[in-house]
């Protein structure tokens, strides 16, 4: 099986001039744990709950989810991003991307073909596949 199969092609974006509170504004209402920061199709990044929740810095445990002001909310996104993620081809085996999620310590692998983002595939689709034997991909 590969990436390919595994992946969900409809990634969340966003521009790289948005700022913590779009992207903690995304992730909340999605409910999803990643969003790439892309321009024209390319990636330049990727943002977790987690770099979002750090963003706020010494105020993180009087942050709720809700809150609309706070420190680090207005940061645009390229302070806080992964910048060169890395990524997974969609011909990568999930075997392949089980190692790299381990090797590297990440739980995302932006998906690129040819330099343009196609998906995503993340530690719980990994799991999901290990536990049902099914993958997400339409």
């Not at 999803?32 to 770099?51: E, K, P, Q, T």
């Not at 940061?75 to 991307?97: Q, W």
Request: charged share 25%; no cysteine.
């Amino acid at each position: 099986m590969t990436v390919r199969d595994l992946m969900t092609p409809s990634v969340e974006t966003l521009p790289p001039e948005a700022t913590v509170l779009d992207a903690r504004d995304r992730l909340r209402d999605g409910g999803f744990h990643h969003v790439a920061v892309v321009r024209d199709d390319r990636l330049l990044g990727i943002v977790s709950d987690r770099d979002v929740l750090r963003a706020a810095g010494p105020s993180l445990g009087l942050l709720t989810w809700e809150d609309d002001a706070g420190p680090g909310l207005d940061t645009p996104l390229t302070e806080i991003m992964t910048h060169e993620p890395i990524t997974a081809d969609p011909t990568m085996s999930v075997a392949e991307a089980a190692d790299a999620f381990l090797r590297y310590d990440i739980s995302a692998l932006p998906v690129l073909d040819e330099g343009r983002l196609v998906g995503i595939v993340t530690t719980a689709d990994v799991l999901r596949l290990a536990a049902t034997g099914e993958g997400v991909a339409p």
